[in-house]
């Protein structure tokens, strides 16, 4: 068995190692040189990728739960649609979730990833009050908030070692339904105007439309909201759709994306409007179809995701959309959210600021444009995601982050280096 991202690109033979006692593990980094934990794979590109591959997912207990401060321990491989399929009826839902629900604890510390409330929470790590690892030499460590460890950690992309357990806080809720508010706006100004007004909610994402152009450019729907207080919390989860096999690659082109991003705009009322959705589907939406990768075809996909800092972010998303217009190379998913203050991890993708993600196909000349918009995000003091990654340049990457030398000297000081890669760290010189 071979294992691949999300992307389903970068394609190659990896030995997989399951996780299943802590007594395995430390005898496969003893006999390996080199490996990387993976965690349910739902990262788009090689960050956890390489030859040696340790899978996590077997390893997923519950350990403990404290009703009082809604603190729960559990090994890393848990999914966090495990999470709330056994918490949400008892009233309790992640304080900070990513746009999947079947990603791990591991993957999710660290990816250090953030979701809709960013503005409001922070990012995963901020709900993390401790995690166990273990490290190259095969002894296992606790990392708490403030250890070198967890700021090395947490954002880290599995190159400090594997993580086994956690000790994350949950948040309180009365209700298995958003109060959703949906803004249709006719152009970026409009866009980022309506992002500030709503700023006071916990949850903001925009789904722009990336092929509008000249008055319309950044035009998108941009859904705002709380959880409701009604009561129900009779939850269980929903059967899925599924995509069979790879669509051909043809079927995703820049018509069907255009057609697309006209009848999802369309069919939303003009103005602003008022919902009530279940979170699945405010949280979730591609959750409810399994594989939907496979539209992309064979070939796969990459998702290109850049922040930038707040002062700069209207002018930078300016030009980037206007490249990305010209191009004519769409995307059906493309997600502007807000960002609040960055933390302290060496890592961690999040500044002040506004993120645009953007899945493209896997195709000639779309590398070319990637580097291009890398140099508008360069220019415009901005930064890629890791997690999302398979391409971006030693060069660019360094550009963005501050702390590189610092997690470099960690992870040479305390042997990390030679022994947990992935293709994404060698390509990236970490
Ligand atoms: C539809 C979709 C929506 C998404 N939305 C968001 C979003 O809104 N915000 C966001 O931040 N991310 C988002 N992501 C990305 C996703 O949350 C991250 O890539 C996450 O890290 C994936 O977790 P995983 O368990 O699948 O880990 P993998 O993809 O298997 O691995 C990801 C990284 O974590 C490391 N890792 C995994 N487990 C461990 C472990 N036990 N110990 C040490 N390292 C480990 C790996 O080495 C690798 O570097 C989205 C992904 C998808 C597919």
Redesign the pocket.
């Known amino acids: 068995m071979s294992l691949i ?2 992307g389903m690109y970068p394609r190659i033979k990896n030995r997989v190692h399951k996780l299943t006692d802590e007594y395995s593990l430390k005898e496969t980094l003893k006999n390996n040189d080199e490996l ?9 590109g090689d ?2 990728i390489n030859e040696n591959i340790v899978y ?1 997912r077997p390893y997923n207990y519950f350990l403990d739960f404290d009703e009082n401060s809604g603190i729960l321990h559990c090994r ?2 848990v999914l966090l649609s495990e999470i709330l399929d056994s918490y949400v009826s008892r009233s309790w839902f992640l304080k900070v979730t ?3 629900k ?3 604890v ?6 250090d ?3 809709k409330n960013h503005h409001i929470e922070g990012c995963f790590s901020e709900c993390v009050q401790e995690f166990t ?1 273990m490290i190259a030499d095969g002894e296992i460590k606790t990392a708490k908030k403030g250890d070198e460890l967890f700021l090395a950690t947490c954002g880290g ?2 190159l400090t ?4 357990t956690a000790k994350i806080a949950l948040k309180k809720i009365n209700s298995q339904f958003i109060r959703q508010t949906t803004i249709k706006t006719k152009n970026l100004q409009e866009t980022f105007a309506a992002f500030e007004e709503y700023k006071h909610l916990s949850y903001s994402v925009a789904w722009i439309d990336c092929l509008a152009k000249d008055e319309n450019l950044g035009k998108c729907l941009l859904m705002v909201g709380d959880f409701a207080d009604d009561g129900d919390l009779k939850y269980k989860a929903k059967s899925k759709l599924n995509i069979p096999f790879n669509f051909p690659s043809f079927a995703l082109n820049n018509w069907s994306v255009k057609a697309f991003n006209w009848l999802y705009y369309w069919k939303s009322p003009e103005g602003v409007s008022k919902q009530k959705v279940h979170f699945d589907s405010f949280f979730y939406p ?2 409810s179809i399994r594989n939907w990768n496979r539209i992309y075809g064979k070939n796969g996909f990459t998702q290109y995701q850049f922040i930038l800092p707040k002062e700069s972010s209207f002018d930078g998303l300016e030009h980037i959309l206007q490249k990305i217009s010209q191009s004519g190379k769409g995307s059906f998913l493309a997600v502007l959210k807000l960002y609040g203050k960055g933390n302290e991890n060496y890592l961690s ?1 999040p500044i002040e600021g506004y993120s645009l993600a953007l899945d493209f196909k896997i195709e000639d000349g779309l590398f070319e444009l990637l580097d291009q918009l890398d140099e508008i995000v360069v220019e415009y003091g901005g930064r890629i ?1 890791l ?2 990654d398979v391409r971006v340049s030693q060069e660019t990457f360094e550009k963005g982050y501050s702390k590189i030398e610092t997690f470099k000297k960690y992870r040479k000081d305390n042997n990390m280096s030679e022994k947990f890669n ?1 293709l994404q760290s060698k390509r990236l010189g970490l």
């Open positions: 991202s999300w990387i934990a993976f965690g349910n794979g739902r990262s788009y960050s956890a996590t890393a491989g990513p746009g999947t079947l990603i791990t591991g993957g999710a510390i660290a990816s990833i953030h979701g690892i992309m599995g070692g594997v993580i086994l591609l959750d993708f995601y997690t999302k992935s």
